[in-house]
């Protein structure tokens, strides 16, 4: 059974950091592009950033970009989120999720996601 388990989230200062980490199993990790996404209550989920199967290429929403780094560890089938320079509006939950053919496999699960709360 595919299950992705998000780890890391925390209440923050504006301007802190956080490094948020997903556990997943059930599948080829290596095999699969992975993602993270975030959703604030009342609103849809959102892509934040992927990484390429292999971890050579990353791709961000530009709300994020030169502040969070996604990056990955086939070895241990998880995929980080660094997030640097936090901002009010990076609070949400953060989940993550495998790819295939550009878009999240449909037939997954979304985890119970990491909260992430910034706050002066």
């Known amino acids: 059974q595919v299950s992705f388990v998000e780890s890391g989230g925390g209440l923050v200062q504006p301007g802190g950091s956080l490094r948020l980490s997903c556990a997943a199993s059930?599948?080829?990790?290596?095999?699969?592009?992975m993602s993270w996404y975030r959703q604030v209550p009342g609103k849809e989920r959102e892509l934040v950033a992927v990484?390429?199967?292999?971890?050579?290429?990353?791709t961000y929403t530009s709300a994020v970009k030169g502040r969070f780094t996604i990056s990955r560890d086939d070895a241990k089938n998880m995929v980080d989120l660094q997030m640097n320079n936090l901002k009010y509006e990076d609070t949400a939950v953060y989940y993550c999720?495998?790819?295939?053919?550009?878009?999240?496999?449909?037939?997954?699960?979304w985890g119970q996601g990491t909260q992430v709360t910034v706050s002066s």
């Open positions: 999720r495998r790819r295939r053919s550009g878009e999240i496999v449909r037939a997954d699960s």
């Open positions: 059930g599948f080829s990790f290596s095999s699969y592009a």
């Open positions: 990484v390429s199967v292999g971890g050579r290429t990353t």
